[in-house]
C-alpha cells in the first residue's frame, strides 16, 4: 500500500488562534475526502498524530516527529498555503532531499514543486 504524507500549514502567517482552528478544520475536511478518493492509500497526517501538542507551543519536538513521520512515506502531498509556512517549507526540503515526490494537491491535478521550492 502506498503511503502519502499529508503536509498542510498548522499555524500559517499569523498563528492566531482562529488561524490554527480554521486550518484544523480545513486539514479535517481535506483527509476525509482523501479517505474517499484514495482508499488504497495509507494518509499519514501529522496534524491529526500529533494533534495533543500545543500548536501555539515550541515546535522542535513535533517537527523531528513529523520528520520521522515523513521518512516512512513514500510521497509528500501538499495542501493550503504551503509557501506561508516554515513547518510545510521544512517538510517539502526533507522529501526533495531523500528523494520522495511532492505533489501540490491545492492546483487540483497533481503537479510536481520540483524546481519551485
Given at each position: ?55 501555539r507551543g515550541p515546535q522542535e ?57
Amino acid at each position: 500500500m502506498k503511503s502519502a504524507y499529508i503536509c498542510h500549514p498548522l499555524r500559517g502567517r499569523t498563528g492566531s488562534p482562529e488561524e490554527i482552528r480554521s486550518n484544523l478544520e480545513r486539514i479535517d475536511e481535506i483527509v476525509k475526502n482523501l479517505a474517499a478518493i484514495y482508499p488504497d492509500v495509507l494518509l499519514l497526517s501529522p496534524l491529526h498524530a500529533f494533534s495533543f501538542y500545543d500548536p501555539r507551543g515550541p515546535q522542535e519536538q513535533v517537527l523531528g516527529q513529523c520528520v520521522a513521520m515523513l521518512e516512512r512515506a513514500d510521497e509528500l502531498w501538499v495542501f493550503g498555503e504551503w509557501w506561508n509556512s516554515l513547518g510545510c517549507l521544512l517538510e517539502i526540503d526533507v522529501a526533495r532531499r531523500s528523494g520522495k515526490p511532492v505533489v501540490d494537491m491545492t492546483s487540483g491535478e497533481d503537479e510536481t514543486l520540483r524546481g519551485v521550492v
